[in-house]
């Protein structure tokens, strides 16, 4: 399993209805609002990385209001909770 961080600006009238619209997406686990130059992170779970772009390219991006994005590829998780066994039913 792919684990991706989204960092989003958005326009501020619509960081709240952008988060709800990005939540609602197959492979879309969790928005985060944050203080900082950044209004959002997306976080994507994925089963490989052509998942990964569709998400992103397909789906994420065309929503409106979304000025800019990086994405970001973790390499490794360090937690107390076991995410991989959690996210990865039925990604088979």
Same mark, same amino acid.
């Given at each position: 399993?792919?684990? =991706?961080? /989204? *960092? $989003?600006?958005? !326009?501020?009238? &619509?960081?709240?209805?952008?988060? !709800?619209?990005?939540?609602? +997406?197959? %492979?879309?686990?969790? /928005?985060?609002?944050? %203080?900082?130059? @950044?209004?959002?992170?997306? @976080?994507?779970? =994925?089963?490989?990385?052509?998942? $990964?772009? #569709?998400? /992103?390219?397909?789906?994420? *991006? &065309? /929503?409106? %209001?979304?000025?800019?994005?990086?994405? +970001?590829?973790?390499?490794?998780?360090? =937690? &107390?909770?076991?995410? #991989?066994? +959690?996210?990865?039913? %039925? *990604?088979?």
């Amino acid at each position: 399993m792919i684990t =991706s961080l /989204v *960092l $989003l600006t958005v !326009e501020r009238d &619509k960081i709240n209805a952008i988060a !709800e619209t990005l939540t609602e +997406m197959d %492979g879309i686990t969790e /928005v985060f609002s944050i %203080g900082g130059r @950044i209004d959002l992170i997306a @976080i994507i779970r =994925s089963r490989d990385t052509e998942m $990964l772009a #569709e998400i /992103v390219t397909e789906h994420l *991006l &065309k /929503v409106e %209001g979304i000025k800019t994005s990086e994405t +970001m590829i973790a390499f490794k998780v360090y =937690s &107390k909770h076991d995410l #991989e066994r +959690m996210f990865s039913i %039925g *990604l088979s």
